[in-house]
C-alpha cells in the first residue's frame, strides 16, 4: 500500500490559518471515519491531535480542527504560533485492517 | 498516569535479529493494543504492525509479513517487537504506542533506536 498523499512541506505566519490535506481512497480516508492527525517535533514522539477525523484530545487547543470529504482529509490549525513549527502526519484505518500514514507535512511559521 | 517505557538502543549487523520491548503502565493493559510504528532518518511514519492486549490477535503490515513477530506478556503488561533478517534499510527510531485498534495512537513510548551496520 502506498502513503497517503500530504503536501511535502506548508507555511504561515503567526496569526494565520494553514490547512493540510491527506488524500486516500475508498478503502482507507473515504471508507472509515479513523483517520487521525500527529504533529511530530524532531526527536520526540508523535502527539496525536486529531482523532476520528475531527475528534480532539481533551488536552489539544480547539485551533486544531479536522474535517473530510470523500477520500480526502484536511488539518486545519488557526491563530499559528511558533511552537505549532513541527511535522504533521495523517494516518487512517484501512480495509487490509492496517494502519496507514501520510508522508508528512512540514509546516513552517514565518 | 498511562507510560510506556521501551527499551534501550540496539546496534545490530546485517542479517541479524533484534527485540525491543516496551513496558505499559497506570491503565488497564487487556483493554488496550499496542501498535509498532517507526521512523528511518529523514523519512516519515511507517506503521508495522499491532497487537490486541485482550486476546493476542495480531496484524502486520504487508511488507513486514515474514520478518515481524510482536508478541505479549500480559503478567508483566509487556509487548515485544521482533524484527530479523535486518539490513541497513531498518535503520530507524522504533516507537510503541497505545491503540485500541482503529489508530488513534493516544499514548507513545520515548523510542528506540536501532542501528543496523555491516
Known amino acids: 500500500q502506498s502513503a497517503l498523499t500530504q503536501p511535502a512541506s506548508v507555511s504561515g505566519s503567526p496569526g494565520q490559518s494553514i490547512t493540510i490535506s491527506c488524500t486516500g481512497t475508498s478503502s482507507d480516508v473515504g471508507g472509515y471515519n479513523y483517520v487521525c492527525w500527529y504533529q511530530k517535533h524532531p526527536d520526540k514522539a508523535p502527539k496525536l491531535i486529531i482523532y476520528d477525523v475531527s475528534d480532539r484530545p481533551s488536552e489539544i487547543s480547539n485551533r486544531f480542527s479536522g474535517s473530510k470529504s470523500g477520500n480526502t482529509a484536511s488539518l486545519t490549525i488557526s491563530g499559528l504560533q511558533a511552537e505549532d513549527e513541527a511535522d504533521y502526519y495523517c494516518s487512517s484505518y484501512t480495509s487490509s485492517n492496517t494502519i496507514l500514514f501520510g508522508g508528512g507535512t512540514k509546516l513552517t511559521v514565518l | 498516569q498511562v507510560e510506556l517505557v521501551q527499551s534501550g538502543p540496539e546496534v545490530k549487523k546485517t542479517g541479524a535479529s533484534v527485540k525491543v520491548s516496551c513496558k505499559a503502565s497506570?491503565?488497564?493493559?487487556?483493554?488496550?493494543?499496542i501498535s509498532w510504528v517507526r521512523q528511518a532518518p529523514g523519512q516519515g511514519l511507517e506503521w508495522m504492525g499491532w497487537i490486541s492486549g485482550y486476546n493476542y490477535k495480531r496484524n502486520y503490515a504487508q511488507r513486514f509479513h515474514g520478518r515481524l513477530t510482536v508478541t505479549m506478556d500480559i503478567s508483566t503488561s509487556t509487548v515485544y517487537m521482533e524484527l530479523s533478517t535486518l539490513t541497513s534499510d531498518d535503520t530507524a527510531m522504533y516507537f510503541c504506542?497505545?491503540?485500541?485498534?482503529?489508530?488513534?495512537?493516544?499514548?507513545w513510548g520515548q523510542g528506540t533506536l536501532v542501528t543496523v551496520s555491516s
Open positions: 504506542a497505545r491503540d485500541p485498534w482503529t489508530g488513534v495512537a493516544d499514548y
Open positions: 497506570g491503565y488497564a493493559f487487556t483493554r488496550f493494543g
